[in-house]
């Protein structure tokens, strides 16, 4: 009779214990979990941060330095402006980052000769040097006109193009996936066009 007894009493021990760790121990660290959590408490448990990115995966963007073009003060001619974008990996893909820089409004007190809301559509590289760069139609539509306007317009496209990547020499314009005579009426647009350094801002004189 007592070694049943013994028997109870050590059986009862171990149901005791056994209820004291499922209260106390293993229920705190699940209660409250809904659907997927068991699986973030074994990534955290891991050392994974839910969300987190590995080491590296955002890297700094690379970035290079180019020259853009916006009017001068006089409002006759185009004064270079250095600036970085982002990197392209080949001359197609930078020549598009430096237009969608050049075509982004400039900060104050810089002036853009490229009309308010005119886009890049699409570029495309000849064989022989040439860029053929497609432009929205707020380039012609949302013009002020005149020629010499018209002049800084294209030829801000033309030298942000051929002054930054030696692969290009000659820039036609599109509208709209089309060819076009002019914008406004002024700057023959059906062949390319090479650089026009008479349209960009001279050095001053230095007086001696």
Not at 29 to 43: F, I, K, L, N, S
Not at 60 to 78: H, K, N, Q, S
Not at 85 to 90: C, K, M, R, V
Not at 98 to 110: H, N, V
């Amino acid at each position: 009779m007592n070694r049943t007894k013994l028997i109870l009493t050590a059986g009862g021990v171990a149901v005791s214990l056994a209820v004291a760790w499922l209260l106390f121990i293993a229920l705190p660290r699940w209660a409250g979990q809904g659907p997927g959590d068991e699986a973030e408490t074994v990534e955290e448990s891991a050392g994974v941060v839910p969300g987190a990115s590995e080491p590296g995966a955002e890297a700094a963007t690379r970035r290079i330095g180019v020259r853009l073009f916006y009017v001068t003060e006089d409002g006759r001619a185009l004064a270079p402006r250095d600036r970085e974008i982002e990197y392209g990996e080949d001359t197609a893909q930078q020549a598009r980052r430096i237009l969608e820089a050049q075509l982004t409004p400039p900060p104050p007190p810089l002036v853009s000769a490229i009309p308010e809301g005119t886009t890049l559509k699409e570029l495309f590289l000849g064989g022989r040097g040439e860029a053929y760069v497609d432009l929205s139609q707020e380039v012609s539509g949302n013009h002020p006109g005149g020629s010499l306007d018209e002049l800084l317009t294209v030829y801000t496209i033309v030298h942000a193009l051929t002054e930054n990547l030696p692969a290009i020499s000659v820039v036609q314009i599109l509208i709209d996936g089309r060819e076009v005579d002019t914008l406004t009426g002024h700057v023959d647009l059906r062949r390319p066009l090479p650089p026009g350094p008479e349209w960009l801002q001279q050095p001053a004189a230095d007086g001696n």
